[in-house]
T-cell receptor, first 113, second 112 residues
Framework: QKEVEQNSGPLSVPEGAIASLNCTYS??????FFWYRQYSGKSPELIMF????GDKEDGRFTAQLNKASQYVSLLIRDSQPSDSATYLC?????????????FGDGTTLTVKP | EPEVTQTPSHQVTQMGQEVILRCVPI?????FYWYRQILGQKVEFLVS????????KSEIFDDQFSVERPDGSNFTLKIRSTKLEDSAMYFC??????????FGSGTRLTVV
């Protein structure tokens, strides 16, 4: 059974701080990794994907992947109250865009003004 | 920004009844998916669909479930005889070149 585990929340940070969200996965053959943001009652929205070891930056978001440690993280710099949401880590066995994803339970982030 | 459209947004049905959930994926996407999320739980894979056939399905996707792409644009999920435990949010998703899913807004299914 392929598992995806996320650090238990909720996570609370002050506005302007860095929020760090972590995810581990059990299947060493996993190839692609995604972070989604889900506001309460809404559908998941893709924030970032990463396929290679190292860091990938997109605006205030940085995804970090370490395949040897089976670990992927998301850093949110200069956190804003609008970042308050549940963040879902998803892992895909395939190295293409296609294929099913296994999701973690999510980490709920609250950014306090 | 292209969208994945799902209808209805909320469906209430009696146990044992059939329901059809509808989705219009983004037009140039080739891979389509159904996921569900029971309230307070994780997003779970149901089925993937490519080239007009199922490419993968989960253990949840038993004989009560079926998918179709009847007219080249709509993508439907049918549950033949609903159970109480089928109550969940059902998300359609499609994948394009960029990677990662574009999810629809979901259909909340309530079985009573």
């Amino acid at each position: 059974q392929k598992e995806v585990e996320q650090n238990s929340g909720p996570l609370s940070v002050p506005e302007g701080a860095i929020a760090s969200l972590n995810c581990t996965y059990s299947d060493r053959g996993s190839q692609s990794f995604f972070w989604y943001r889900q506001y309460s009652g809404k559908s998941p929205e893709l924030i970032m994907f990463i396929y290679s070891n190292g860091d990938k930056e997109d605006g205030r978001f940085t995804a970090q992947l370490n395949k040897a440690s089976q670990y992927v993280s998301l850093l949110i710099r200069d956190s804003q109250p609008s970042d308050s949401a549940t963040y879902l880590c998803a892992v895909n066995f395939h190295d293409t865009n296609a294929g099913k994803s296994t999701f973690g339970d999510g980490t709920t982030l609250t950014v306090k003004p | 920004e292209p969208e994945v459209t799902q209808t209805p947004s909320h469906q209430v049905t009696q146990m044992g009844q059939e329901v059809i959930l509808r989705c219009v994926p983004i037009s140039n996407h080739l891979y389509f998916y159904w996921y569900r999320q029971i309230l307070g739980q994780k997003v779970e894979f149901l089925v993937s669909f490519y080239n007009n056939e199922i490419s993968e399905k989960s253990e949840i996707f038993d004989d009560q479930f079926s998918v179709e792409r009847p007219d080249g644009s709509n993508f439907t999920l049918k549950i033949r005889s609903t159970k109480l435990e089928d109550s969940a949010m059902y998300f359609c998703a499609s994948v394009g070149d960029r990677g990662g899913y574009t999810f629809g807004s979901g259909t909340r299914l309530t079985v009573v």
